[in-house]
């Protein structure tokens, strides 16, 4: 049943098959390899593409891992097509002898027919053969997937990461599944990239004071380097609603499906999660160049943090997090802008629930003190904790505590920066306490502002639907 749900072909394939009838050849049988490297070109390949190949290996590994027991085999080819590392599953090594895919093999359209690395190659794009689609009939009952490979800050394409199986392996969601993951390959490989850059910087800031204020006077670059990161990171939600787009055309081209809503659940959050980004970005610029202006609002602080932590309840409860609220008072009223506050609080929790494993709890304490005039907001979780080295770090622009392969929650390392420039804002001060394997204890200290604002910006929070929206946006890059 699902192999005629694929029969509809994509015009890509439909291209193919057609250049291959005009070379002459059976677009349903896999030509012989023509070109194949040496054993020492393709030893020097290797050595060039050595960190992409331990990149696309430790992810590439992960699937195989994942998905144990199907046959499935991973290629890794240059952008010309030559095959050079796979990675299989025991039961699909018979089939990787008989079609003769070797490292050192080049995989064109005009030797071999209709392929996933040439279409992957010259679409530039996620593309799929499923079932008959397949250019060999030993894989009518199959399923092949690619995704090109790129350098992000610079775009230049490397390759290829192609995955084929050797069943009928249709779910909806793997071609936007690999999508991902070659994604977060390409950041990997930026993020090494930048580290390797910082070293050397650092390497070199002591090696005599002249070089010290000559590099001190690249700062600025940090800017562009800045921007290349937060453009890669829109790219992951580009390619997610691209390849969601690229099923509904694809494969439900006749029917609207149950299961559509799901795809078009992946583009909404998504799009949050755009949205965040460019917001984040927006104030950063703002904040440096005193653009962001305050909207001062008479608020009830203990009934608007109560709102904000409650309304994120549903992340906690998917999570099995208890999530408290405690107060020594039963209300305040002081002027502060709402919306901005919103944002503060809402990413402290936003981090508390992504670093806190199942079974943990979170604590929003609002406590008054009236001998210093000031409210003190504490956010409190028992996460993985922070080293104290790494206090006043966490609060710089794209700074994480964690950057290898493991890392736990995604982001650009921008928002606890931008909520200490709000509270600068706000007239106020941040501070941390943690503990590793305990948890931590973020403190808002506010000055309590008291007096009357016009009538136009008295808070009415029950009909205030911006906080469900700013919810939906600070938390689109939690996953379950």
């Avoid at 490979?149 to 290829?160: A, F």
């Avoid at 965040?276 to 440096?288: A, E, F, H, M, P």
């Amino acid at each position: 049943m699902l192999q005629h749900i694929h029969e509809q072909e994509a015009s890509y394939i439909l291209e193919s098959k057609k250049r291959c009838r005009e070379l002459g050849m059976d677009p349903n049988k896999l030509g012989i390899p023509q070109n194949i490297m040496s054993e020492l070109e393709l030893a020097k390949k290797k050595e060039a593409y050595k960190e992409i190949l331990d990149v696309v290996r430790f992810f590439g590994k992960k699937i195989i891992k994942s998905l144990e027991g199907t046959p499935i085999l991973i290629g890794i080819s240059d952008e010309n097509g030559y095959v050079l590392d796979t990675l299989g599953d025991e039961t699909i090594k018979s089939t990787v002898a008989k079609l003769g895919i070797d490292p050192g093999v080049q995989y064109i359209e005009e030797h071999v027919g209709t392929n996933v690395v040439t279409l992957t190659l010259k679409q530039n794009h996620p593309v799929q053969l499923i079932g008959t689609n397949h250019y060999h009939t030993h894989f009518h009952n199959s399923a092949c997937y690619g995704v090109p490979l790129h350098y992000s800050n610079n775009n230049k394409l490397l390759g290829t990461v192609c995955i084929m199986t050797e069943v009928m392996f249709h779910n909806p969601f793997f071609l936007m599944i690999l999508t991902t993951v070659v994604d977060a390959i390409e950041r990997e490989l930026l993020l090494r990239k930048q580290s390797r850059k910082i070293n050397k910087q650092q390497e070199l800031l002591y090696k005599s004071e002249k070089k010290q204020r000559e590099l001190l006077e690249k700062d600025l670059v940090m800017k562009d380097e800045f921007i290349t990161l937060i453009t890669h990171e829109f790219k992951t939600p580009i390619n997610v609603i691209y390849s969601a787009i690229q099923l509904i055309e694809h494969v439900h081209i006749n029917k609207i499906p149950e299961r559509v809503r799901s795809l078009i659940e992946s583009i909404k959050l998504n799009t949050f999660r755009q949205l965040r980004l460019v917001n984040n970005l927006l104030d950063i610029t703002r904040l440096d160049s005193d653009q962001l202006k305050l909207n001062l609002k008479n608020v009830d602080i203990v009934l608007l943090t109560k709102l904000i932590t409650e309304s994120v309840n549903i992340y906690a409860d998917q999570k099995k997090i208890n999530l408290y609220f405690k107060s020594n008072i039963s209300s305040k009223n002081i002027i502060i802008d709402d919306e901005k506050y919103e944002r503060i609080i809402l990413n402290l929790l936003s981090n508390a629930i992504k670093f806190t494993p199942e079974g943990g709890s979170i604590t929003v304490k609002v406590k008054e003190n009236t001998i210093n005039n000031t409210i003190a907001i504490d956010v409190s979780d028992t996460g993985i904790g922070i080293p104290k080295e790494n206090y006043e770090k966490i609060f710089e622009r794209f700074e994480q505590v964690e950057k290898n392969l493991s890392r736990q929650a995604e982001g650009s390392g921008i928002g606890l920066a931008i909520v200490k420039m709000l509270i600068v804002i706000l007239e106020g001060r941040i501070q941390v306490d943690s503990e590793l394997g305990v948890g931590s204890t973020f403190t808002i200290i506010l000055p309590i502002k008291e007096g009357i604002v016009d009538e136009e910006n008295q808070v009415c929070l029950d009909s205030d639907t911006r906080l469900i929206n700013a919810v939906n946006v600070e938390f689109s890059d939690i996953y379950f």
